[in-house]
RNA sequence: GCCUCCGUAGCUCAGUUGGAUAGAGCGAGUCACUUCUAAUGACUUGGUCGCAGGUUCGAGUCCUGCCGGGGGCACCA
């Protein structure tokens, strides 16, 4: 049981080891997708120049040792030099029926890794924007499809729950009274607490000046400024809690690690690398200068770890999480699923940990980058010019849009089960827009186009799940079609059964491919073509119609592609609804 | 100014790490529903891959230089 790639790679190679001799062995055999047969070598025409033969040459020798009669009905050498390979219909079949009875579906349990992975981190007294949505549900689906490859994942939310805002923010809870409404607008309406302080700190000096005291104290650990302190972080993670179950993400209140965690640490951070010598004083700030970063003018770039008033910034602080994941987290892997314009702070902090000794060899940080969304003026969507957008509205707009089309399409469903479907679908939108364009690449906020319910998008593929489940649905006795789906032998007659079972052979490399790479796009793109093959499938090949061997091996064909499709929208954290 | 990312069909985006004639979706046009869900499918339309060189059997992909855009570059995170 395994993708035709896995299974032809290792015989490429040693066909290749076979014809040229133990100096070629571990040659890339350059497998790839073909469009005139299912796949081509191409490592005849990469060998051709070393071995100084005519590229047709060495794909003669090459097939002269190449074994492949139990797994392909045709191989041939075309063009300059390709081999293209055609795959026998009895092999895909057996294939596909040894996946259908795998549990993993063909997904590898890959050597266990600790994964520490930092997503959301929304701030406290602030709304999530669309930025945070990206990086919460991309990190979300990288931890979901790391922990299914048998990886131990942490999940880390660092939360923005310290800082000199937080002396304002105090303050105005103060003037507005704990447990009042305008208090717990916290939980629903973040950022319209926050402007009531922000009006409150710009226009009323003496407001501004407590603030600042606030800050003061709150840094020197006064108990009731602190107690002031958590209840505003409280009422936020209701907000935050919200949202996230809104959307379906994994984080709990048990993968919290703000800012405020790393405090204690700070000071020490700062005297370990003064006493090293890698951070220096430079015009009353403790620096890090660090050799090829230069700004304006030439002028060094530093990573400033304590600021000339004393306090500290948010480079210390990730220099805290870099020596708590790796010493305390034990990580092998360390991801920060964080806005792309972070890059090159990100890399300073690494250096710095590198030189420092807190960073050891074998272990890896990744950042994640995490594209600018834009606005329909392609410029960066910001949420204090021009319309607010809130988070909250944007989700339930998502949802009422997919209301709309729902009761449009389902008039016989009842209404109970169209507003139960409603937020899976328009969720489940809004998260495929975000999962389906390349993490780094920045991308244009568009509402209608999201929730658009046709295309490249998630209800189609929802829409797939829901078609399969109504053959079942549709099947006269249930448990009987179950085990003939469940155990029978697929066979590969009609090419859109061909293409359907081949797509479904490669999920496995697919996810391994996710997890390795960093990037669920191609798990979109990969579902999207199932969900296609699957319609044309649908089209092509009665299921329930058919009789005997071929509606039985339809049936687990179905079954497995409902499977897959259902897993795979499960690893980006996209819900299947039983019906549409 | 320096660093960095990007420029692919009218629009939004892919492009499996250098392979044969560059792909999807949306849009536009034609066609197919007594159906296991037409929220679909089939076909058509659509490109000097920003420009110019270079590397080699072969470049959207690699190197250089331009043009255009985003982002970053000392006490906000």
Request: proline share 5%; with cysteine.
């Amino acid at each position: 049981m395994a993708s035709p790639v896995s299974v032809i790679a290792p015989r490429v190679m040693a066909a290749i080891e076979a014809a040229f001799g133990a100096e070629f062995a571990g040659t890339d055999p350059v497998l790839r997708p073909s469009q005139y047969a299912d796949l081509q070598v191409n490592a005849p025409l990469a060998l051709a120049k070393r071995l100084g033969l005519p590229p047709r040459e060495v794909a003669g020798r090459l097939l002269a040792e190449l074994e492949l009669a139990d797994v392909c009905e045709q191989v041939e050498i075309s063009g300059p030099g390709f081999i293209n390979l055609t795959l026998a219909a009895t092999w895909i079949g057996a294939e596909t029926t040894s996946v259908r009875a795998d549990d993993r579906i063909g997904v590898p349990l890959e050597p266990r890794q600790r994964v520490v992975i930092d997503y959301s981190a929304p701030n406290v007294a602030k709304e999530m924007h669309v930025g945070h949505l990206r990086t919460t549900v991309v990190g979300d689906a990288l931890a979901r499809t790391l922990e299914h490859l048998g990886h131990d994942v942490i999940r880390q939310n660092h939360i923005g729950d310290w800082g000199t805002p937080f002396g304002m923010l105090i303050e105005h809870l103060l003037d507005v009274g704990e447990g009042t409404a305008e208090a717990r607008l916290l939980e629903t309406d973040p950022n319209a607490f926050y402007q009531g302080a922000r009006e409150r700190f710009d226009g009323d000096e003496a407001f501004a000046t407590r603030s600042r005291e606030r800050v003061v104290a709150l840094q020197a650990g006064d108990p009731d400024t602190l107690r002031l302190w958590s209840e505003l972080v409280e009422l936020s993670r209701h907000y935050f809690n919200r949202i996230y179950s809104l959307l379906g993400v994994t984080l709990t209140d048990d993968d919290l690690a703000g800012e405020s965690t790393y405090n204690d640490r700070l000071a020490s951070i700062c005297d370990e690398l003064e006493t090293a010598g890698i951070a220096t004083i430079s015009d009353g700030a403790l620096c890090v200068f660090l050799d090829g970063y230069t700004g304006r003018e030439g002028k060094p770039v530093p990573l400033i770890i304590r600021k000339s008033d004393g306090g500290y910034g948010y480079g210390t602080t990730d220099l805290a999480t870099i020596r708590y994941r790796v010493e305390e987290l034990r990580a092998d892997r360390m991801l920060y699923v964080i806005g792309a314009p972070q890059a090159l702070h990100l890399r300073m902090v690494w250096d710095t940990a590198r030189l420092a000794g807190w960073l050891p060899e074998g272990v890896d940080p990744v950042h994640v980058q995490i594209g600018n969304v834009l606005g329909e003026d392609r410029k960066i969507l910001r949420t204090r010019s021009g319309a607010p957008l809130r988070l909250v509205a944007l989700l339930d707009e998502a949802a009422a849009t997919a209301r709309a089309v729902i009761d449009a399409a389902r008039p016989d469903l009842d209404e109970d089960t169209r507003a139960a479907i409603a937020p899976q679908v328009g969720i489940g939108a809004v998260k495929y827009a975000d999962l389906s364009v390349a993490h780094d690449s920045e991308y244009v906020f568009d509402l209608a186009r999201m929730v658009a319910l046709t295309g490249d998008t998630g209800p189609y593929l929802q829409y797939a799940a829901a078609r399969i489940r109504s053959i079942f649905r549709a099947a006269d006795s249930a448990p009987a079609v179950l085990a003939e789906s469940g155990t029978a032998q697929i066979k590969v007659v009609e090419p859109a059964e061909r293409a359907l079972a081949l797509t479904l052979l490669d999920f496995g490399d697919v996810v391994a491919h996710v997890g390795a790479d960093l990037e669920p796009h191609r798990l979109c793109h990969y579902l999207f073509g199932l969900a296609q093959a699957f319609s044309v499938f649908y089209e092509h090949c009665p299921v329930l119609k058919a009789e005997g061997a071929t509606r039985s091996s339809r049936l687990s064909l179905c079954a497995l592609t409902l499977k897959v499709l259902v897993h795979g929208l499960d690893l980006l954290g996209i819900e299947a609804p039983e019906r549409m």
